[in-house]
């Protein structure tokens, strides 16, 4: 993706009032079901705030080997990942095929691990706990800002809770509950590589935000890097899949070895709200009776631009978002350095989708840099992976309303 000094997203919106009129004529219309969200005014502080979004990434990758020499990551391929788990209570290890296995299963069951990495860390542990909850079974190791949630949050056999960050072993009720979930279908596929995913354009994103104004768009830098989005995972994961393969100029009619991954929203009606965790870096769409009907890893505010609390609802959902850079908007940015608008791309601070909030300022959206979600803060906004969020837009519509909980 972009440098990660691009995922330091802050979170600041204001509208028009000629922007709020039109979403409010075409939120009217019998066709505009589907919402929509005119350009939003979003500041981006992008060259201060990388460190903020790569404290927890450092901290988990820190002590781990290289992927070039780390023997469990040299063990993925299509045959082990695919490999039934027979043998349980089994153990997931840091890196390899089951930790791969079980993040394919976990985002096809609608519990997303992020990034599909093949790396057992907080963010699939959690989702695998949430998947238990949904499900009424077991559940131990959740982390304890989690246990803060309010009951009207999660079920009451979330509230257990302890210290612990990963989940290092699944026993077989949970693996065959998730296999279930997920149909049943093949965890590695081969997939035809089209005309669509080749032909750009594809441009480098330099770091400097004025740099991004003159771009036409901050699209992807290469196929490789479209394809690994596509299935929900990162270049160096694709390219173990498929060794040999040049990902960065492979063409048209090319076959490959993708995690198999669901494309489409995990449930499409009786979401009644959204619950997303300030400490528990997590987005949850749940039903009337609470219960968890899917799960994203989430980047929330921090330090003086923290996420808000209460109670809010989506107002408008914009695809393929413009984004204007707006220096007055933010306290740590001079007023005195120049505006600049950003062309719409995955690679765009904002991602793929922007989700406006009735807290002004706020909204839900993508970003460029999917291996930083949920392992820091941003500036106030809820950030996802461009893929959960395009997901998660069509899990929801205007009005549903959104809690946030500590």
């Not at 093949?118 to 909850?133: C, H, I, Y």
């Not at 279930?180 to 400097?208: E, R």
């Not at 994961?237 to 492979?250: A, R, T, V």
């Not at 949850?284 to 109670?311: E, I, N």
């Amino acid at each position: 993706m972009a440098a990660i000094a691009a995922a330091g997203t802050a979170c600041v919106v204001s509208e028009s009032s000629d922007s709020a009129r039109k979403t409010d004529s075409l939120a009217t219309a019998a066709a505009a079901q589907q919402e929509y969200v005119a350009d939003s005014v979003i500041s981006v502080p992008a060259y201060d705030s990388a460190s903020m979004d790569t404290v927890g990434l450092g901290q988990q990758i820190g002590n781990l080997p290289p992927l070039s020499t780390d023997t469990g990551f040299k063990r993925i391929s299509s045959q082990t990942t695919g490999a039934t788990i027979s043998k349980f209570p089994a153990r997931i290890p840091t890196r390899g095929p089951a930790a791969l296995q079980i993040q394919i299963l976990l985002d096809r069951a609608g519990f997303s691990p992020g990034i599909i990495d093949g790396q057992w860390g907080p963010n699939a542990a959690k989702a695998l706990q949430w998947f238990n909850v949904a499900n009424g079974m077991d559940s131990t190791g959740l982390m304890s800002t989690d246990s803060q949630a309010t009951s009207s949050s999660r079920p009451k056999a979330a509230t257990k809770a302890s210290q612990n960050t990963k989940m290092a072993s699944i026993d077989q009720p949970t693996y065959q509950k998730l296999a279930a979930a997920g149909q049943n279908a093949q965890l590695i596929t081969t997939y035809q590589v089209t005309a669509d995913d080749v032909k750009g354009p594809f441009v480098k994103v330099p770091n400097s935000v004025y740099e991004q104004a003159k771009l036409d768009c901050l699209c992807y830098s290469s196929p490789g890097e479209a394809l690994a989005e596509k299935f929900h995972t990162s270049e160096q994961m694709l390219q173990q899949l498929n060794p040999g393969i040049d990902l960065k100029s492979i063409a048209a009619g090319a076959s490959i070895q993708v995690p198999n991954v669901s494309q489409t929203p995990p449930v499409t009606g009786g979401v009644a709200r959204l619950v997303i965790s300030r400490k528990g870096y997590w987005t949850h769409a749940v039903d009337a009776s609470g219960k968890v009907l899917a799960h994203f890893p989430s980047t929330l505010g921090g330090g003086y631009d923290p996420s808000p609390t209460g109670d809010f609802k989506v107002t408008g959902i914009a695809h393929k978002p413009t984004f204007n850079y707006q220096p007055s908007l933010m306290a740590e940015v001079p007023d005195s350095r120049p505006t600049a608008k950003l062309k719409p791309g995955p690679n765009s601070p904002v991602g793929v989708v922007w989700m406006a909030l009735s807290k002004p300022h706020y909204g839900i959206h993508g970003t460029s840099a999917p291996e930083t979600i949920g392992y820091a803060n941003s500036h106030g906004c809820v950030r996802l992976t461009n893929w959960d969020v395009e997901i998660l837009s069509g899990m929801v519509s205007r009005g549903t309303p959104v809690e946030f909980v500590d």
